[in-house]
Every structure is written in C-alpha cells, then in structure tokens.
C-alpha cells in the first residue's frame, strides 16, 4: 500500500522556469515531510523540508507547499537550471518515526 | 560526500546465498536506517536502530536482518538470496532519530543471479 505517491515519472521544463513536482500521500498521521534529490549513482541527498505546522517553507531557489486538507504537497523550483536535473523524491514521516518515500520524479531542464 | 559510508559498492551473488552490508553512519550520528530501492521503485524503509536498538520496522523481510553495534556501524544481513532481492540497498544516518535530515550513503547494488 503506497502512502506516499508521486503520479508523474517524469518532468521536462526549459531551463530558467518554473519547474512544479507534485506528491500526495494518505495517511493524515504523517507530520513531517521531505524532497530529497538523486543523481544517478549517489545516494539521495536531503533538499528541503516541511512540518505540518507549516503550509510553506522556502530555501532559495526551492520551495515546499503543503496543503493538509488535500493530502498534497508540491516542490516548486524557480528559475530551473540544468544542474536540478535528477530524480525527485517526496517523503513522509509518522508519529512512529517510520519514513514512507515516494518513487520518485525525474527532471529533465533543458538548456 | 554524505559522510556516510557504505561497503560493498556492488556485489553479486547466487540464489540462496547470504551476504552482509555495511554501513558507517555520520560521525557524530546515532540513528541508522536501512531502504531498499528495487528497479524503478522508491525508496522501501527497512529498518532502523538508535544507538544499538531497534526502534521501528518497515517493510522488512523475515530473511532479513539488521544490527547497529556499539562503534555504530549497522550491518543488514540478506539471507536466503532471491533474485527479487537484487536491488539497491542504502543506509541513511541522522543525529537523534526522530524528524531529523538523514544523509544518505551511495547504496550497495545487490545482484542475485
């Protein structure tokens, strides 16, 4: 049973756009929420992060949406550069410090 | 560099057989977890430990075992070997173990022939 799921494989914007990568999960225990980024042959590295507190948290270039009542959250990254293309993935965390990822969200900026 | 480590980088195997990964957290990092990555899926949470003990389960099979010593190096041990459990094995490490950032290493990548 998938509690976190990330419908679109897939991704391509121009470079210097906004690129908008999307997530939805069921269980309304999760409290916690993060983006990691993958490149290919490394391990996922940590990008941002949310608490359900909170409806939107930005670092720079990325920012995070979570919106409680549709279960959704989104990573919005703006102006996308070629650099950002990866594999994305969305992750929850709940009340018994279990981590639920996504399968993630290839990007692809174009030049 | 994550400052996690991982050991193997590949290993390949035959059915039925027993291996072990290694995983050397962050220094400073007490929590431990272990995911499995099969082709084109996400991330499946294993396991983890907080300084030597157990402290939540995922979706781990029975064949499958895991232990953090008290250097807190994490070993996970697949026996049994499938060829369904070819995939990608990572450790992930974070201070204290609740929502905490974890920092991934680069995976083991298991192949069962």
């Known amino acids: 049973d998938q509690q976190v799921k990330q419908n679109s494989p897939s991704l391509s914007v121009q470079e210097g756009r906004i690129s908008i990568l999307n997530c939805d999960y069921t269980n309304s225990m999760f409290d916690y929420f993060l983006w990691y980024k993958k490149y290919p042959a490394e391990g996922p590295t940590f990008l941002i992060s949310i608490s359900s507190i909170k409806d939107k948290n930005e670092d720079g270039r990325f920012t995070v949406f979570l919106n409680k009542s549709a279960k959704h959250l989104s990573l919005h990254i703006v102006p996308s550069q070629p650099g950002d293309s990866a594999v994305y993935f969305c992750a929850a965390n709940d009340n018994f410090n279990k981590f639920y990822f996504g399968s993630g969200t290839k990007l692809n900026v174009k030049p | ?113």
Do not use: M
């Open chain 2, 1 to 113: 560099d994550s400052g996690v480590t991982q050991t193997p980088k590949h290993l390949i195997t035959a059915t039925g057989q027993r291996v072990t990964l290694r995983c050397s957290p962050r220094s400073g990092d007490l929590s431990v977890y272990w995911y499995q990555q099969s082709l084109d899926q996400g991330l499946q949470f294993l396991i983890q430990y907080y300084n030597g003990e157990e402290r939540a389960k995922g979706n781990i099979l029975e064949r499958f075992s895991a232990q953090q010593f008290p250097d807190l190096h994490s070993e996970l041990n697949l026996s049994s070997l499938e060829l369904g459990d070819s995939a990608l094995y990572f450790c992930a490490s974070s201070a204290s173990g609740g929502a905490d950032t974890q920092y991934f290493g680069p995976g083991t990548r298991l192949t069962v022939l």
